[in-house]
């Protein structure tokens, strides 16, 4: 009996070890799309305060998404809708012509920021985003993102770099990569400025994002 006791106990230990020490030599990288290339070359101005290597990245996708592009569609004008509702060319429109209703607009950066590691072990890089879309929701974009990986690490939103006062959005996903978290509806975003990466079990606090 005291073998069996000992033999679970053992298992047990190990299977609690493995849960907390595996994700320190494991990575696991999320790319997810958004915001798109095509956003970005109508509003340049959704770029303005992204950190630098995240610029870049999206101007490789905005020049290689244009040079996919049929020559057609760089050089001849878009069609216009007349009064009768029917597609035309510009020369057919009139002073007196309906009004074509705008799209609604892309989304727009709020605030964006930096990782960096809490110490030399807790390590990270990349940029953090925060969007308002066109519906009026909020998004926190992860971008370029790497982070030393750690057992159930959360993704919040705090005042300074308190997790006390802070909101968690999600798990997560993979310490590495691109990703994206909604923020709650009813969050009022200016009351926090930075992103924390915590780790729950521990109550460690493995990378901040100071939001600009």
């Known amino acids: 009996m005291k073998k069996y006791i000992y033999a679970m106990t053992v298992i047990a230990l190990g299977v609690a070890a493995w849960y ?14 958004f915001p798109t290339a095509d956003m970005l070359a109508h509003d340049p101005s959704l770029m303005e305060g992204m950190p630098p ?16 592009m049929p020559d057609s569609m760089m ?3 878009m069609p216009m809708m007349n009064n009768e509702g029917m597609m035309g060319d510009e020369s057919g429109m ?3 012509s309906t009004e074509v ?38 998004v926190l974009r992860l971008e370029n993102f790497s982070v030393t990986n750690g057992p159930d690490l959360r993704v919040l939103l705090a005042r300074g ?27 009022d975003i200016s009351r926090y400025d930075s992103v924390i990466i915590y780790c729950k079990p521990f109550h460690v606090i493995f990378a901040t994002a100071e939001m600009r």
Do not use: C, W
């Not at 727009?108 to 969007?131: C, E, I, K, N």
């Not at 006062?165 to 509806?185: F, T």
């Open 20 to 33: 907390l020490g595996s994700p320190l030599f494991l990575n696991r990288e999320i790319n997810e799309a």
């Open 75 to 77: 050089s001849e004008p």
């Open 94 to 96: 009139s002073g007196n």
């Open 161 to 187: 770099s308190d997790p006390a006062q802070s909101i968690e959005l999600a798990a997560l996903k993979g310490n590495r990569g691109n990703q994206n978290y909604p923020v709650p509806a009813g969050t």
């Open 53 to 68: 290597e995240q610029l870049e990245m999206m101007r490789e996708d905005i020049m290689d998404a244009a040079a996919t």
């Open 101 to 138: 209703p705008q799209e609604p607009a892309g989304p727009t950066a709020l605030g964006s920021g930096t990782f960096t590691g809490r110490d030399s072990f807790h390590q990270a890089s990349g940029g953090a985003t925060l969007y308002r879309l066109a519906d009026g929701s909020s």
